[in-house]
């Protein structure tokens, strides 16, 4: 909790190893195997990057297991669900212990949500409009992250590191020091890290982030309440 609040104060981006214990980790991996079929985000032919803004949803109906188990297919690459009460339940976590989580501010329930993801699949660059915390819960992630005041610094710098939404390929072949995608790389700082099970990864607003899952994951997405009105928690 207090590593998030001072990351907030900043804000920064941090990744906090251990949030939650592999028990609770591995409830989570069951509730979500027994969930009921939905449908999941289509990739484009040849492409590895969905994202809820470009890509159509399956016309039928998959069990999330599917995917866990790599049987998925080419078709099937990513979908959501909703946080309650999958992660409530399984994670066994009371209100006083929802509130750790997001460093004792408040949880925006209904943004938040768990995602299930297939092996290979990435999220492109984008920011969110919120800060939100990535708890990951099964497998492995990679991620990317461009701070907001190296992105913003120059309109022309941001506008090329957009245009690596449509990049295709790892994050190996997209930001690699060798990669021709876009010279904005050069210029701006990132930092690069892995999600294991039990980690946490607090993403600031506006803070361009790329997301990969290296194997199937799961990974439950906590966005934070409204700026607009009182946000922190005080029972």
Not at 115 to 128: Q, Y
Not at 164 to 186: F, H, I, N, W
């Amino acid at each position: 909790a207090n590593s998030l609040r001072k990351a907030i104060a900043t804000p920064s981006a941090v990744l906090v190893k251990g949030v939650l214990s592999r028990t609770k980790c591995e409830a989570v991996l069951r509730a979500v195997s027994k969930a009921e079929p939905t449908t999941f985000l289509d990739p484009h032919p040849g492409e590895n990057i969905v994202s809820y803004a470009r890509n159509p949803q399956t016309a039928r109906a998959y069990p999330p297991s599917l995917l866990l188990n790599g049987e998925g297919g080419e078709g099937l690459a990513q979908t959501r669900l909703d946080l309650f009460p999958c992660f409530e339940t399984s994670a066994m976590l009371s209100k006083k212990q929802r509130k750790r989580l997001l460093g004792g501010f408040n949880l925006n329930e209904k943004a938040s949500m768990i995602f299930v993801t297939a092996a290979g699949i990435r999220t492109p660059l984008h920011s969110d409009e919120r800060h939100g915390v990535l708890l990951h819960i099964s497998g492995i992630k990679k991620f990317v992250v461009i701070p907001s005041s190296e992105s913003d610094s120059d309109p022309a710098t941001l506008q090329e590191l957009l245009a690596l939404r449509g990049e295709c390929g790892s994050q190996a072949d997209v930001y690699d020091e060798l990669s021709p995608c876009t010279p904005a790389l050069s210029r701006v700082q990132r930092f690069q890290g892995n999600l294991e099970p039990g980690d946490a990864l607090f993403l600031p607003q506006r803070w361009l982030h790329d997301i990969e899952s290296v194997t199937p994951t799961i990974s439950v997405s906590l966005r934070f309440g409204n700026w607009d009105r009182p946000n922190f928690c005080t029972n």
